[in-house]
């Protein structure tokens, strides 16, 4: 069963930190993906806000990967 809550949202994150180090990609390249301000890019690949359904789908794109296996390995992280 998958977490609920910051727990979640925080795991999230960590996967994208991930995938974007895996990729030698820097976090703020993500600005113009979700059309964000740094701060606001930051916040969310840091955990402080939580990424919405559109943003997921849109890093998950970027990365070329489906929403459905970034989230997945999100769940992963949390068992």
Do not use: C, H, K
Request: glycine residues 6%.
């Amino acid at each position: 069963m998958a977490q609920t809550g910051s727990t979640w949202s925080e795991a999230v994150a960590a996967t994208i930190r991930a995938e974007l180090a895996r990729r030698r990609i820097r976090a703020a390249a993500l600005m113009e993906v979700l059309g964000l301000g740094r701060t606001a890019t930051y916040d969310r690949v840091n955990g402080i806000v939580p990424f919405d359904t559109r943003e997921i789908l849109l890093v998950a794109a970027f990365l070329d990967m489906t929403a459905e296996e970034l989230v997945r390995e999100a769940d992963r992280s949390t068992r």
